[in-house]
């Protein structure tokens, strides 16, 4: 479990993106419980083929014996990992809150995630969108996404999408989470990382200008080390939801049942 901050100088941001994967720490998966099947057996036939009374009116009141199919209990919500003061999460930062749907929604939820985090592209891939349908979209949920790079790819990822347009933001968020296993562990990451961001309009000199931006990596090393000291954030994904935090990949069932107590 990564507890410790990390700075890069500028010459070193770049040649840094070689540096292999250093994988994030999330002790709470879930696995959804799949349901069984039932199968009713055909009702006993004459010689001519149709069932006699007798073995009608016998099927008949087996079937009224038997007990109801059991129903699949709603999934339950987790217990939180611990609780936050929500208004100190909600103070501006060093960076530009990155954050979908209205400032006024009854709940906000906040993740914070590292862009090498297996766990937090499965959250993306699978769950992020149909949760904004759900939530954001509908105006019940304001959605906020925070860095918590655990190596330098994944700071330098995230860099990229906090420096390309901020309407691209989110969709270059889901590109590189999309296309993880390509760049996270490439023996070269640093042109992994470039041909992606050229498909997203970068060049080579603003690809360069990007993750040499020492500012930018001391603003989201800033926001990492908030988390970690204030808040205990410790691994990612980490939700913080009405001043109560969960680690870990969550469903959006299971964030359902969290979310909806608080609408």
Not at 25 to 49: K, N, Q, R
Not at 73 to 82: C, F, I, R, Y
Not at 157 to 181: G, S, T
């Amino acid at each position: 479990m990564f507890r410790t901050k990390f700075r890069l100088t500028a010459a070193a941001t770049v040649s840094l993106l070689a540096l292999t994967l250093a994988g994030c720490s999330d002790s709470s998966d879930e696995t959804a419980a799949s349901g069984g099947t039932t199968e009713t057996a055909a009702p006993a036939e004459t010689a001519a083929g149709e069932p006699s009374e007798t073995q009608t009116a016998q099927t008949g009141e087996a079937a009224a014996e038997q007990p109801a199919a059991p129903v699949t209990p709603a999934v339950q919500a987790p217990p939180a990992d611990g609780a936050v003061d929500m208004a100190a999460v909600l103070e501006p930062g060093p960076l530009k809150e990155m954050a979908l749907g209205d400032e006024n929604a009854p709940v906000t939820v906040v993740e914070y995630m590292s862009m090498t985090c297996p766990h937090c592209a499965s959250f993306h891939t699978d769950n992020f969108k149909p949760l904004v349908e759900k939530y954001v979209d509908t105006g019940k949920v304001r959605f906020i996404l925070r860095e918590f790079p655990f190596d330098p790819r994944a700071a330098a990822a995230i860099m990229l999408a906090r420096c390309a347009p901020e309407n691209q933001f989110f969709p270059m968020v889901d590109v590189l989470f999309k296309q993880q296993r390509n760049w996270a562990t490439a023996p070269d990451g640093r042109e992994a990382l470039l041909q992606i961001a050229r498909l997203a309009g970068f060049t080579q000199e603003s690809f360069e200008a990007c993750l040499t931006n020492q500012k930018l990596l001391d603003d989201v090393n800033a926001v990492k080390t908030k988390a970690a000291s204030e808040f205990g954030i410790q691994s990612t994904p980490t939700f913080i939801i009405d001043g109560k935090r969960y680690p870990g990949n969550m469903s959006v069932e299971t964030m359902s049942a969290i979310i909806d107590p608080l609408l």
